[in-house]
């Protein structure tokens, strides 16, 4: 399949030497597709992207089996450095914007692997505070002091300064309030459509993921233990009994 973008096959994530967390993932992105990973606390859903993104050396993670490619390429043993640079980026949960610094500066440091100058890495903001309003309004605010949304927005905003190809987003919905929820869902799409940006991201809240989604992974314990379109997981009895209510 020549569309796919990302192939993860069969990982096993072992951390501190010791403690198999996953059990053998395998998962497909498709170019310009956007896939939900699903599942409760601790599945595992975190522990994926963060393998994907090479940051799990970090964690004092590694992958002891399977492989990852990216368009066909394996990249388990690339710095996270080097994965920005092919266009993979992460936006970790919890949000992780830089308290101390402006909106406007935390947006800059997400083109700090870019090479191409200035004008280009202007260009780039320009179009962030068309995607995000809200941050430009923000702009000269110290992240601190700006709400949780607009904090999530920073963050994906930073993600999107790197001209990525593929965002891993790591719980966007995390401690917003459903509208906000929603309008940050909304510009993912947004994005999907109009940049052609991937997505992979993880998600507790599985009604709203599986509402942006295309197609979805569930995740248990560490082992995919179901997949499918979004819309038929959606309409799935298992999902609907175990999962709609999360989030
Ligand atoms: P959550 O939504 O709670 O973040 P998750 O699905 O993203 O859940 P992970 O964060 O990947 O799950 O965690 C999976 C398992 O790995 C959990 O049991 C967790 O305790 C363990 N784990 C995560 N990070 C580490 C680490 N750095 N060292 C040891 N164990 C870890």
Redesign the pocket.
Known sequence: MSNILLNVNGIEVI??HV?L?LKGVSLQVPEGGVVALL??????????L?AVSNLLAG???EVTKGSIELRGTRIEKMTPAEMVRRGVVQVM?GRHCFAHLTIEENLLTGAYTRTDGKAAVARTLEKVYGYFPRLKTRRGSQAAYTSGGEQQMCAIGRALMAEPKMVLL??PSMGLAPQIVEEVFEIVRDLNQKERTTFLL?E?NTNMALRYADYGYI?EN?RIVMDGEAKSLRENEDVKEFYLGMG
């Open positions: 951390y501190n403690i967390v599942g409760g606390n601790g599945a595992g859903k975190t522990t994926t963060r964690e004092r993670g949960e790591d719980e993880a507790q995740l560490g």
